[in-house]
């Protein structure tokens, strides 16, 4: 099985292989926004066994009209409150954001890959 994605409309191609091993740059660096949807809230409230409103206070705070997962500071870096330092991945994989698991294909990177090839190692010239 293959572990090449492309999408159309990028000019690079990402290897999915090289998750395993780059310390999960996406998940962790510069502080940013992890923006959640009223479904996503529900589906990772469920699959952590919370009622909405407890995972809510709990992960989440507003940013404008949205809300994002928090993150936790560790040294002068930022991570995900939901990215796991023992496994190097994601406690919540299954119910992930969209924009979990729509990276590395971002309209902001189709400009931009030079910076996105820093961030990810997977990130591979089409």
Not at 98 to 119: G, H, M, N
Request: proline share 2%; aromatic share 14%.
């Amino acid at each position: 099985m293959s572990n090449i994605i492309k999408k159309d409309g990028y000019d690079y191609i990402f290897d999915a292989s090289a998750c395993s091993s780059c310390q999960a740059r996406c998940c962790t660096g510069e502080s940013g926004y992890i923006h959640v949807s009223a479904s996503e809230i529900e589906s990772i409230a469920d699959l952590l066994g919370l009622e909405t409103q407890a995972f809510s206070e709990k992960y989440l705070f507003k940013h404008g009209y949205r809300y994002s997962i928090k993150e936790r500071k560790i040294g002068e870096s930022y991570e995900c409150a939901f990215y796991d330092r023992e496994s190097n991945g994601c406690a919540i994989y299954e119910a992930r954001p969209q924009q979990c698991r729509t990276f590395p294909f971002w309209d902001y990177f189709k400009t931009r890959v030079d910076e996105l090839k820093l961030e990810c190692p997977g990130v591979i010239d089409a």
